[in-house]
């Protein structure tokens, strides 16, 4: 049955790639439209959501090295980085934290409950990290995959129009946005602009998920403890 399920997944995922490709629609964006399509197969073939998370599991697992796989374009543009290495702390660590501040603020806004929140948290980081950084902070992995998810679609979708409405025309300004702000897709969209864009944005995403690990082990424990003693 595993193999069954990864060639499902791929198959689905493919077409759902040629679809957003040929028409550009946002809900035929790959993300959007395979999850549906598989947890309709699933539902129909009264396969449970479990079973199908085992039997597909290498599939996550290759998250991980897909991520890793990232470091390649930075490597060879280590000498432009080296350039603009301040500039790139500064607005990858900054990306970070209005990221939380953000979530928190809403999450708080619309009177969501704490794991609710704590799993929305680490949604600006790409998905191996984020699910770390959610059991990190007591969050739900699950309901955070599904932000990231979320995040990164909408990011990909609206990036390019921000970019284009802002005149953003710097190789490492269009790079490090997208990579903040869509992380996985947000670099795949990168790719399009040119090799340039495409290094910073991997190097945003893998940033930003590093800075948040570190914001994970402090400053969002501590946002949480003020939340429940302060403002409950």
Known sequence: MMILFTVITFVIYRLSKKAYAKWSLFFFHPLLIAPILLIALISVTHVSANQYLEDSKWLTHLLGPATVAFAVPIYKNLSVIKKYVGTIVISITSGTLVAIFSTFGLSKLFHLKYDFITSM????????????????????????????????????VVGPSVIKGLSIKTPIARGLALGMGAHGVGTNKAFEYGKQEATFSSLAMIFAALITLIWGAFLIPSLMNFNIHHLF
Request: aromatic share 2%; net charge neutral.
């Open 121 to 156: 948290l680490p949604r600006s980081i790409t998905t191996p990290i984020a699910i770390e950084v959610s059991k990190e902070i007591g969050g739900l992995p699950t309901l955070t995959t599904v932000f990231v998810i979320i995040t990164g679609i909408i990011g990909g």
